[in-house]
Structure formats: structure tokens, C-alpha cells
């Protein structure tokens, strides 16, 4: 009898462990939102997430740095022009 409840007590706290384990991410939530990452896969996903983020930050520079040379072209201002096409070499590649 002992030892039917020590495997019932034991089967039912593994249970509850294996219940209560989050999500190794927040999968509903776009990379810019997630907060919570958890375990192994948590970890990889972060770091996919931080890249992608990364990525899509210096893409936008880039645009900004398009637009903002695109600007100075059109206005004919040279000095602003040559300053604009630095950042376009910095920004994309």
C-alpha cells in the first residue's frame, strides 16, 4: 500500500511539474514585444529575435539615410548632399 502511494505521489508531482513549465517563448507576440524567454529554445529564439531587431534597425537608417540624400539632391545643396552620402555607405550594404 506504501508503495502504491509513493508512486501515485510521485506520478503526481511529475505531472504537475511538466503542467506548470512555460512557454520556451511568447510565441503570439511579434520579436519587438516579446519580454520572456525560457530555456534552450527560449534562448535561441532570442537570439533570432535580436538579430532580426538589429537587421531591421539598420534598415531603416538606411532608408532614413536614402531619403534624407534624396532630399539633398533635390535642394542642390552639395554640402549636404556629400554629408548624406556618407551615412547611405555607413548605414547600407
Do not use: W
Not at 21 to 35: F, H, I, L, N, S
Amino acid at each position: 500500500m506504501n508503495k502504491q502511494t509513493a508512486l501515485l505521489i510521485l506520478a503526481g508531482a511529475l505531472s504537475a511539474c511538466n503542467s506548470t513549465t512555460p512557454e520556451p517563448y511568447q510565441t503570439d507576440r511579434a520579436p519587438e514585444e516579446r519580454t520572456e524567454y525560457n530555456g534552450v529554445k527560449g534562448v535561441l529564439q532570442q537570439q533570432k529575435d535580436q538579430s532580426y531587431l538589429l537587421s531591421k534597425e539598420l534598415s531603416e537608417k538606411c532608408e532614413n539615410a536614402k531619403i534624407d540624400l534624396a532630399v539633398a539632391q533635390s535642394a542642390q545643396n552639395h554640402k549636404e548632399t556629400k554629408r548624406q552620402k556618407k551615412k547611405v555607405a555607413l548605414n547600407c550594404f
